[in-house]
């Protein structure tokens, strides 16, 4: 990443929490304006995690409402 302040509060918000919650090993900001956000999730972790992950903290609102997500093993 560009370096810290560089992405959208949301994005930010989202690394950290996954981070923090263990359930990813690392993430990256891609691209400007229509970028994405590809994230390398924890072993024993995945889609369902993440989601559920997202419901239970309430984010799913907000960032599965306006993102376009795309899983791929």
Same mark, same amino acid.
């Given at each position: 990443? $560009? /370096?810290? &302040?560089?992405?959208?509060?949301?994005?930010? #918000?989202?690394?950290q929490f996954l981070t923090e919650?263990?359930?990813?090993?690392?993430?990256?900001?891609?691209? $400007? /304006?229509? &970028?994405?956000?590809?994230?390398?999730?924890? #072993?024993?972790?995945?889609?369902?995690?993440?989601?559920?992950?997202?419901k239970k903290q309430k984010l799913?609102?907000?960032?599965?409402?306006?993102?376009?997500?795309?899983?791929?093993?």
């Amino acid at each position: 990443m $560009a /370096g810290e &302040g560089a992405e959208p509060p949301e994005v930010y #918000e989202t690394i950290q929490f996954l981070t923090e919650s263990m359930l990813i090993s690392g993430a990256s900001l891609c691209g $400007a /304006g229509g &970028g994405f956000l590809t994230v390398i999730t924890s #072993e024993g972790n995945g889609k369902d995690h993440i989601i559920s992950a997202f419901k239970k903290q309430k984010l799913s609102a907000s960032i599965m409402k306006h993102a376009d997500i795309k899983w791929h093993s």
